[in-house]
């Protein structure tokens, strides 16, 4: 039920562009109209009528980021209320993270978002990729994504855990956004072994269970080499998944590395 609803969400926005592009404005319309009458637009995620101003792909409850906040330009960390959002927060001043630039949707602690990458993490829904991977490339400034210089890089999931999950959420996410935006994905890190999930242990444990745990894959430095380089991966926890990562691009000669992702751990930050 859920996911014909999630079909016919998807399907009611695509051919009307197509359609009106092809057979002009005013028979397009109609057709569109029909289209919408057969299989009205749905919330991509649970099925329900969209919610007024969503562009037909959320209701209500599932809406991403209700709520906008000022970020810091390095690590999108939530600032206070009196600075104006690109500046830089505190923990990015004491430490600054090993990435020039994070994208988020919004923190983890959205509900809608939360919703969003629960079913996609352990529900097996990756239909909801074109969605999310179509609200990724509206966050991201668009000369960002536009340099033929640029590469997206997925954060490797270890053999084992895309075994359990079934799909690998990082690297459907960056197949998707290159999809969409044109930019070339590349496979450039493999993880050298299984790491604990990031979540309880502390900063410095976390910084200890992620080290020496990603590796370059040789035949990708000429890609990865001069240019600039986006990580892609679902949730940012602690930032030292994503840092570790980074490290390893620099390595193979990336002149500027930054991370795509869904949420950010509103706790996250300065490299923590
Ligand atoms: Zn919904
Ligand atoms: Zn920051």
């Given at each position: ?9 998807q399907r009611a926005t695509a051919p009307q562009v197509e359609f009106g592009a092809r057979i002009?404005r005013?028979?397009g319309a109609?057709v569109a109209?029909?289209i ?19 562009a037909g ?216």
């Amino acid at each position: 039920m859920q996911r014909t609803g999630q079909r016919t969400g998807q399907r009611a926005t695509a051919p009307q562009v197509e359609f009106g592009a092809r057979i002009g404005r005013p028979i397009g319309a109609l057709v569109a109209s029909c289209i919408d009458l057969l299989y009205p637009p749905a919330c991509h995620l649970c099925g329900e009528p969209p919610a007024p101003g969503s562009a037909g792909w959320s209701c209500a409850a599932c809406r991403i980021g209700e709520a906008p906040h000022q970020r810091c330009g390095r690590c999108a960390a939530r600032l206070p209320e009196v600075l104006p959002d690109g500046a830089t927060c505190a923990a990015c001043r004491r430490r600054p993270l090993a990435l020039d630039r994070v994208i988020a949707l919004a923190d983890y602690s959205d509900p809608g978002l939360r919703k969003w990458i629960l079913a996609l993490k352990h529900g097996g829904r990756a239909d909801l990729l074109p969605t999310l991977a179509t609200q990724l490339a509206v966050a991201c400034p668009p000369e960002h994504l536009t340099d033929r210089d640029t590469r997206l890089v997925p954060v490797p999931l270890h053999p084992l855990r895309k075994f359990e999950r079934g799909h690998d959420q990082a690297a459907g996410l960056a197949r998707e956004l290159s999809r969409q935006t044109g930019v070339p994905v590349r496979q450039a890190l493999r993880r050298t072994r299984a790491t604990l999930a990031q979540g309880s242990p502390g900063a410095r444990s976390r910084r200890a269970n992620v080290a020496g745990a990603f590796a370059e894959i040789v035949e990708e430095r000429r890609q990865i080499h001069g240019r600039r380089v986006w990580l892609v991966d679902d949730v940012l926890t602690s930032g030292s998944t994503l840092e570790a990562c980074a490290r390893v691009v620099r390595r193979m000669g990336a002149r500027r590395v930054g991370a795509i992702v869904l949420a950010r751990a509103a706790s996250a930050g300065g490299g923590s």
